[in-house]
T-cell receptor, first 113, second 111 residues
Framework: DAGVIQSPRHEVTEMGQEVTLRCKPI?????LFWYRQTMMRGLELLIYFNNNVPIDDSGMPEDRFSAKMPNASFSTLKIQPSEPRDSAVYFC???????????FGDGTRLSIL | EDQVTQSPEALRLQEGESSSLNCSYTVSGLRGLFWYRQDPGKGPEFLFTLYSAGEEKEKERLKATLTKKESFLHITAPKPEDSATYLCAVLPTNSGYALNFGKGTSLLVTP
């Protein structure tokens, strides 16, 4: 079975540029999560979607971050404009429900120069 | 404030040397506790879910247990391929969906 698919796997860009990260959740999963992982802070939840609707975006650090889920099989996380402190690994995860295990993609390693 | 603390931060074992990883948590109520394994350059891979104190789950050389304040991941006769970072995550009752992750234990098993 296909797992959660994220693209790109690596992104290097200059400060000020727009960055778009993409995620395809596991088919049939109705919950989707975006996380950010850094050495200092570990894994942090950025935003949670249920049935394509954003439920909680309180983890989104600033207005520079936005996320969309136009349909059940696709989500994007956008940073505009990007800053060096946004450098991290961004993970997308999906699950069958809120009490169910979350399954993670392999992440996007983002470097902002 | 909900907290999840994993210990030790790093652990080095000889192949075949059994040990345990600890995850202690402070939450107002526990909806579930999840164990994940993360390899370098990969996303966390789900291992176990535990929902109530006294519950145990096993998979190959791994066994997870849960009490009201902590969970243990026991590794029996580990092999080098068990080397990874093991993450514990708690789903508090008042959260609904937000997993609270510990910082992980980095395990190295040498031949």
């Amino acid at each position: 079975d296909a797992g959660v698919i994220q693209s790109p796997r690596h992104e290097v860009t200059e400060m000020g540029q727009e960055v778009t990260l993409r995620c395809k959740p596991i088919s049939g999963h109705n919950s989707l999560f975006w996380y950010r992982q850094t050495m200092m802070r570990g894994l942090e939840l950025l935003i949670y979607f249920n049935n394509n609707v954003p439920i909680d975006d309180s983890g989104m650090p600033e207005d520079r971050f936005s996320a969309k889920m136009p349909n059940a099989s696709f989500s994007t996380l956008k940073i505009q404009p990007s800053e060096p402190r946004d450098s991290a690994v961004y993970f997308c995860a999906s699950s069958l429900g809120v009490n169910q295990p979350q399954h993670f993609g392999d992440g996007t390693r983002l470097s902002i120069l | 404030e909900d907290q999840v603390t994993q210990s030790p931060e790093a652990l080095r074992l000889q192949e075949g040397e059994s040990s345990s990883l600890n995850c202690s948590y402070t939450v107002s109520g526990l909806r579930g506790l999840f164990w994940y394994r993360q390899d370098p350059g990969k996303g966390p891979e789900f291992l176990f879910t535990l929902y109530s104190a006294g519950e145990e789950k096993e998979k190959e050389r791994l066994k997870a247990t849960l009490t009201k304040k902590e969970s243990f991941l026991h590794i029996t006769a580990p092999k080098p391929e068990d080397s990874a970072t093991y993450l514990c995550a708690v789903l508090p009752t008042n959260s609904g969906y937000a997993l609270n992750f510990g910082k992980g234990t980095s395990l190295l098993v040498t031949p």
